[in-house]
């Protein structure tokens, strides 16, 4: 198969977006200048209560945990409806995975500090059950992805059901699987910024200062890290998606 | 070597299949022919048990289906449907390995069996072995799909209308390939089909099967010349009849000696009378020479010697 | 399980009865403290139920509870998943009433300071009759609307009788909010017409555009990607510098309510995420119509703008549907965020609570954002169902 010719580093949306999240999170206290120049009314243009690298890192760090956790339970519970127990959980699973998009994710947010109080603690329960839904929608539409034919003849050719799962439906159900792990990730992010409202110490935090103490210039400091933080996960997802596509199946479908 | 008695299925109440007894020979292409809705494609899948029966029982080389372990039995069966089902994440290689993989052979000997059923279903090996499926036409595809049903060398082949979604000269086609394939190796084969043509070409026995009972059992000629009743008869073609059998025989015991003038145009001595007939009528003349594979001259036929099927 | 007893019960209800038991035994049904500034004791579904002591009450509860571990048996039986529809919406009433008559004797008898809260069992209990009502209802296999009025009345009992509950904290704080809360619900359902409109005029207009021009298609597309990418409080965020310089440059526009804080970068921000789906859907819509039927409009002389209304809109419809379900409950639910920008509406009374510690007033502004986004969903999915009627 001839490849196409390799592109250059520097021309990859992602190396940029991530050494602007860098540059912007360690150089920030550098940048005095810059945004006393850009705001001539605020007495204090850069946010300095924090490390901005320090928020990022507890960010991402929120993030990756609970997207873990999210992304395990959720696969596992949507693949369990391919099984003779699981199957009757189906229409649950559907409904859970409808709501997620229904359902703004601050309201579960806000639900789970009268339940455990401020803190890490509400943002990660939060994240956790919210970011299941889009990975269980992704897990639920995979598996419907593949083509009932495909099924019948695993199933005529005696391939075990366990077989068939692991075979069969997890490899062709794993570009929706994808697009439901990014989506939860991406959205994830956004969510934890907000959860800088209940205490939690992540980037949201120069935002919610910043708003409190009308401070523009903070509100826009945050807001940018926070944004490229966003974008960067999405651009990783979208070049993982890109380097499994050239290892493995030529079936992979693409998301819009 | 597969026996159906009393065998019953219903559906939500209804019966599907009522009180079916057959007996299935090794070696046979048993065509289960049929309108839609007859229950023929419900009778394939019974038999590897993708559909349950409800009543009577199904013996697979004298035991009971039931008694077999679910994919030990499906492992000895190669099944092909029309929409093929290949794995579009994995090679042609990789999908026709399937049952053997399953099986535990050996690398060798799956890589080997790969290649040489590749060639017997007229695909070449090399570019097509690593190819995926989404890379072939429809017909490569179906290809793939019965050497993928054949590749660890099953008992028997349960097709179900695999032909069906390909275009009429990518069918003729791979007719003639299965055709080939059951006289040279010889396997029991059980084909769906409501395609007569198809039906009356590749069959050895015949079974057609109207709303879930067997209407008639037998050689294709059998069912052209003495069909059971109206519906047998009907489903034939009624009117066509008298020419369906005759695309069944060839002209080779009808050949005379030449008398008087030599026949200007030439049929060669494995056409069918059907074909004979047809070039009679074509060109306008009632006698044609007869011409073997290298062109040597065999003798004449006569339209009336055909027509009333006298014999040389 | 072995797959023929999972085939003969019900194993869902089973899991939703583990848990309501759980939720009854384990989480505080209520929570009572002698006045506002204690933090509540903990009271368990059976204290209340023996304080209410009324023999009705048991018997009841022991009736709704024999039905569902029977119905867990007959997960077929058309009439005893109706009986269960109707145990549920009298259980959602009477989970009410009990917490309402508790507080009621509390507030009146004992002590006319006392708050008494709704507790984790309360709501745990509440969404597993919500739940087990659904799963009947699922099985009883109706078509949609029906569906939808079923779901409707299972409510009933419970609306009414939410009178009953004035002297449950929440109401009492609701009482508290009252004259803010329709000013809220107003402004909340304001912002969003005023980003999905617009959204939704333009959105339609660019993806007219963008079939025609395959160059528009390829830049706009990921600049509108880009933006749904990235989290709502970040738009608000990077919108409000450049606002407010614009108010201070344009005063006039200032004047006029557009600032950096408060409904214009909301609106701005909501707009703009609310074209990716009306572009996407309208695209995707657009696509699917056969050029056959196009083929033959242009052969009957149809001009462009004919073909459009005519032919493109109606059949690309459906999908046009999806894509403005998507919007307003997406918009229904970032609108939320947009409090924390001065954006106000029913985020103002969440955040509100949040900063404050009133788990009440939280509840009272979470539960009508969800519900209309429901709402919406609802709406639109309807409408969708109306329009399919036609084979895809």
Known sequence: ?256 | MIRFEHTRKLYDGAAAIRELNLDIQQGELLVLLGPSGSGKSTVLKMVNRMVSHDGGHIFFNGQDINSFNVQDLRRRMGYAIQSVGLFPHRTVAQNIATVPKLLGWDAHRVQARVYELLKLLALDPEPYASRYPHQLSGGQQQRVGVARAMAADPDVLLMDEPFGALDPVTRAALQLTLKTIHRATGKTILFVTHDIDEALLLATRIVLLNQGRIAQVGTPLELLQQPANDFVADFLGRADLGLKQLSLRTIAPHIQAIEGTEPIHAIAHTATLREAISQMAALHVSTLCVTDAAGTLLGQVRAADLLENQHA | MPASLVQRCNPVLALYLALAMGAAWGLPFLRVSPNRLLSGEPIYLWDVLLQQGSPMVFVLVLDIAALLCIAVWQPKGRTTQAWVVLAMAAGLAGIWLLASHFATSATQVENPFSRTALGAGFWALCAMAWMIALDAIDRLQLTALRRLLVQGALLLPLLLSLNEGQYLSIAKEYANQSDIFVPAILRHLLIVWLAVVPAVVIGLLLAWRMTKTRRLRQALFPVLNVIQTIPSIALFGLLMAPLAWIAVQLPALGHAGISGVGIAPAVIALFMYALLPIVRSALAGLGQVPADAVHAARAMGMSSRQLLWQVELPLALPALLIGLRTAFVQTTGLAAVSALVGAGGLGQIMFDGLFSAANELVILGVIPIVLLAMLADTFFKVLSSLINTRPQ
């Open chain 1, 1 to 256: 198969m001839r490849h196409a010719p390799k592109p250059s580093y520097w021309a990859n949306p992602l190396v940029w977006s991530v050494a602007a999240l860098l540059l912007l999170a360690y150089g920030l206290p550098y940048s005095q200048p810059l945004f006393a120049a850009l705001f001539p009314a605020l007495p204090r243009p850069v946010y300095l209560q924090e490390p901005m690298a320090t928020l990022m890192w507890q960010h991402t760090g929120l993030v990756l945990l609970s997207s873990a956790l999210a992304v395990t339970i959720a696969t596992l519970a949507g693949l369990a409806t391919t099984t003779e127990t699981g199957r009757a959980f189906k229409p649950l699973m559907e409904t859970l995975a409808a709501m997620g998009q229904t359902f703004p994710p601050v309201a579960i947010l806000a639900v789970a500090v009268p339940a455990v109080g401020f803190g890490e603690l509400p943002a990660l329960i939060a994240l956790s059950i919210f970011g299941m839904l889009p990975v269980l929608q992704g897990t639920l539409a995979g598996i419907a992805s593949v083509p009932s034919p495909v099924l019948d003849s695993a199933r005529a050719m005696g391939m075990r059901p366990r077989q068939i799962l692991a075979e069969v439906q997890m490899p062709l159900a794993f570009p929706l699987w994808l697009a439901g792990v990014r989506t939860s990730v991406v959205v994830n992010i956004g969510t934890a910024a907000i959860a800088s409202t209940v205490g939690a110490k992540t980037l949201g935090l120069p935002i919610i200062v910043g708003l409190s103490g009308f401070n523009t210039a903070y509100v826009l400091q945050g807001a940018m890290m926070v944004g490229l933080l966003a974008i960067a996960a999405d651009l990783a997802f979208d070049r993982l998606a890109v380097v499994l596509q050239a290892h493995g199946t030529s079936a992979v479908k693409d998301q819009a």
